[in-house]
């Protein structure tokens, strides 16, 4: 069974930390991520870039209409994601609590994948 | 058979049903991987038992019969569905079939079984609410009507509260098992906040209705003895003696006009003897495991209470004690002010005050009435009228309970007099 892991985080709180706090952020994320290729659980995913470069497309009388930003204006940013496959939800849960911007204040939102029945 | 007989039957087979329903439950959910199709094989497999107990009697292993027969139903079920939709077939043949229906499961494994059972309603995951409702439902066998009645919360709400966590169990695949070693500390913790969420919603609530109430706290106990012999962790032993040791002073808290009365103005003659036997024998269980945590803590501070014959014999050295290693375990402002309060009795009122006021001067508890109202009583006591007078009315206008409206009303009349 796949779960996306959407890890969302406060880009302020983000941009605030030092080149060096963020260096070792992202090599523990590296770790984190290797690990995940080695046991054969990450099916995807990627970082993205922050949420300045986003549009929302919505839909107004038949016409599509273009803003500015991030879907939601919420506290933390979806900052990347991350496909996994594990049995069950307590094993997504582990791995969804190693990711290492948790610390810096974020979430990560473990969903399970609804998958097409063959 | 006779009409009797077949009465007789009916009525064993109802008293099995309640006895053992939520273990042949438990054991067919693992079976059948599913709520749904385990709730329906059950009872389906009570129905057949009724039926086939009446022509062949009683077989030696009831719970045993039950989970076989429940299992073959749901298996017969899902064949016959399988006619319609191919695709189901393949399901069928998932499950093993070749197991005769007289091969009797172990008993240790339906002991297990109730332990997931407990772990998956308990999952943290889950919304507290919905592991309350699920857990009163799945595991004490609680109706729907039986717990919105409970909760003051009407049935379809608790409906739709059940079969969300049902779906996102499901969904999500919240696993069917008790956690691993390294997960159980933290897992079990979710387990006995439920049931001690439970237990204080049938115990201090005075408001609603007291009967069904008082029967969730009831079911917290049967549930802490069923943790205990499932697991006999040290804090689930803990947990179970201070809902003892607390439950032990139901008849003495109110007055026949429903009003509270301290603990200090307690009629001690009226305290549960047996459940207080019960409690201390559990808290020194739980105290030479030498594991002790937070329930372990509040159990051994109740039984000093408990322990003493008057107020005035209480031991507050002993109590304040335990409040500092509880303090350590595990700090809270309102840990901090019960602890404030003991040492008012150790040290007098002076020494209470003081430390609530350093409490309220952090921000903490300022919107707790009964801050205010310790904080008033200790004053009252030092002869600081005004102090108290403006204590009691901010506690009033924070206090939500009636009872506890009254008491507090009661107490600045008392001042004003």
Not at chain 1, 88 to 116: H, W
Not at chain 2, 231 to 241: C, F, K, R, V, Y
């Amino acid at each position: 069974m796949q779960y996306m892991l959407m890890c969302c985080f406060k880009e302020d709180l983000w941009e605030a930390l030092s080149d060096e706090k963020k260096a070792g952020i992202m090599k523990d994320y590296r770790e984190v991520i290797q690990g995940l290729i080695k046991s054969g659980q990450l099916r995807g995913g990627s970082q993205l870039h922050p949420t300045s470069s986003a549009t929302t497309v919505r839909m107004t009388n038949g016409k599509a209409v273009f803003t500015d930003g991030p879907f939601a204006e919420t506290k933390e940013q979806l900052g990347g994601y991350h496909l996994v496959e594990c049995g069950n939800l307590d094993e997504a849960i582990a791995i969804a609590s190693r990711i290492p911007t948790l610390p810096v204040g974020g979430a990560v939102e473990v969903r399970p994948v609804a998958m097409q029945e063959s | 058979m006779t009409h009797d007989g077949m009465e007789q039957i009916r009525s064993k087979v109802d008293a099995i049903y309640r006895s053992d329903s939520r273990r042949v439950l438990a054991t067919l959910i693992r079976l059948l991987g599913d709520f749904e199709s385990a709730e329906e094989a059950l009872h389906e497999a009570f129905t057949a038992a009724v039926e086939q107990w009446s022509r062949d009697g009683i077989p030696a292993n009831p719970v045993a019969w039950l989970i076989s027969a429940g299992r073959f139903k749901a298996i017969d079920g899902m064949r016959r569905r399988a006619r319609f939709d191919a695709s189901v077939a393949e399901m069928a043949s998932h499950y093993d079939v070749e197991t005769p229906a007289s091969e009797e499961p172990e008993d240790e494994s339906i002991d297990d079984d109730r332990l997931r059972l407990i772990f998956t309603c308990c999952h943290p995951a889950l919304r507290a609410e919905a592991q309350m409702a699920l857990t009163l439902r799945e595991v004490c066998g609680l109706t729907t009507e039986e717990i919105g009645r409970a909760f003051l919360i009407s049935t379809p709400t608790v409906a739709q509260r059940i079969v969300r966590a049902k779906a996102k169990i499901r969904d999500a695949r919240i696993p069917y098992q008790v956690p691993s070693p390294s997960d159980l500390p933290e897992r079990l913790d979710s387990v006995l906040r439920v049931v001690y969420l439970l237990f204080n919603e049938g115990y201090s609530a005075s408001s609603g209705m007291a009967v069904t109430r008082h029967d969730l706290s009831g079911e917290a106990i049967r549930l802490g003895r069923l943790v205990i012999e499932l697991l006999p962790d040290p804090e689930a032993i803990g947990l179970l003696a201070l809902m003892l040791l607390q439950e032990s002073r139901r008849a003495a808290r109110t007055s026949p006009s429903g009003d509270l009365i301290l603990l200090e103005h307690q009629d001690r003659s009226l305290w549960n003897r047996g459940h207080i036997a019960e409690g201390l024998a559990l808290v020194r269980r739980a105290l030479s495991s030498r594991r002790i945590g937070p329930y372990g803590l509040q159990a051994a501070i109740a039984a000093v209470h408990a322990e003493a014959p008057t107020p005035a014999a209480t031991d507050w050295s002993q109590i304040v004690g335990l409040y500092d290693v509880l303090m350590r375990a595990d700090p809270s402002p309102v840990v901090e002010l019960n602890r404030a309060v003991a040492v008012a009795m150790r040290d007098g009122p002076g020494a209470g005050v003081n430390v609530i006021d350093s409490i309220l001067a952090r921000g903490e508890l300022v919107e707790y009435h009964l801050a205010h109202s310790a904080r008033a009583e200790l004053c009252r006591r030092l002869g600081r009228m005004t102090e108290a007078r403006a204590s009691y009315e901010r506690a009033l206008a924070l206090a939500r309970q009636e009872p506890e409206r009254r008491f507090i009303e009661r107490r600045l009349n008392e001042l004003s007099s």
